[in-house]
Every structure is written in structure tokens, then in C-alpha cells.
């Protein structure tokens, strides 16, 4: 029986309803691969995000190795996902440092329930969506999340 890998953008939600979505779907890890975890939403920046999170019983991990460099992330507000998607290829997975990081969210994945987390709320939008895709290649499906 393959793994299951869940993904949400936090996009039109509040710390709660985040929270509620990942308790709901039996999340155990919420796996941050935001490049700059910073955000103007209150509660959705690393410290308090880490600190929401682990008071509802989550644990947290900031994975910045797999974030979308800054090129794509304007794909993605641009919406276009095929640059994007093509931008953080290039820039992040086909790269050693990306291929490792990659094999860490894997193994991470395995051991836990795991939650991918960007903004986007449309998993399409956002990288989230080709990490997925990646990891479905090695056994995951996946089950995208909308609070």
C-alpha cells in the first residue's frame, strides 16, 4: 500500500482552519517549502506558523532547499504555471541540492502523515503540485487539501 502525501496553500485561511484541515486529514507533519517563510497573514510566518502548529499537536519542518526561487514565484502570481513549473525544474529539482532535499521530504513523508505548504490555494498554481508529482513517482498519492 503506497504512502499518502497531503498539500495545502494557505491562501484564504486563518491559523485555525489550517490547523482544523490538517487535524481532520490525520496529518502528523506540516512540511513549510516556502523559500522565504515570511508572510504579510498573521500566524503564517515560520516562528508563529512552527508555534500554531506544534500547540495543535504538529510537528513542523521548514524545508527552504525545496522553495520556488523568486523568478517563479512571479510565474505563479503571474499565473503561469507552466513557467513556474518550468523556472523551479531548472532552478531547484533536476539540481543536486534539490535531488537531496527531495530524498529528505521522502523520507520524511514515509516516517509521518506529511502536509506540503505554500501559499496558492490552487495546488495547480504552485510547486507544491510538482513536488507531488515527484513523489508520486516513488510510491505516494496524493490528496490536496482546502480548509
Known amino acids: 500500500m503506497g504512502k499518502t502525501l497531503f498539500t495545502i496553500g494557505y491562501e484564504g485561511l ?7 484541515a490538517l487535524s481532520d486529514a490525520g496529518v502528523a507533519l506540516l512540511a513549510d517549502v516556502r523559500a522565504v517563510a515570511n508572510s504579510r497573514k498573521r500566524g503564517f510566518s515560520k ?10 499537536g504538529l510537528a513542523y519542518a521548514h524545508l527552504r532547499g525545496l522553495g520556488t526561487p523568486k523568478a517563479g ?3 505563479a502570481r503571474a499565473h503561469d504555471p507552466e513557467l513556474m513549473r518550468a523556472i523551479y525544474c531548472e532552478a531547484v529539482l533536476d ?3 534539490g535531488s537531496l532535499a527531495l530524498d529528505e521530504l521522502a523520507v520524511m513523508a514515509e516516517a509521518a502523515p506529511t502536509c506540503l505548504l505554500c501559499f496558492e490555494r490552487d495546488p495547480e498554481r504552485c510547486h507544491r503540485r510538482v513536488l507531488a508529482e515527484r513523489l508520486e513517482g516513488r510510491g505516494f498519492s496524493t490528496v490536496d487539501l482546502f480548509g
Open 14 to 20: 486563518d491559523p485555525e482552519r489550517l490547523n482544523a
Open 47 to 56: 516562528g508563529a506558523l512552527k508555534a500554531g502548529v506544534e500547540e495543535a
Open 73 to 75: 514565484r512571479e510565474a
Open 95 to 97: 539540481t543536486a541540492d
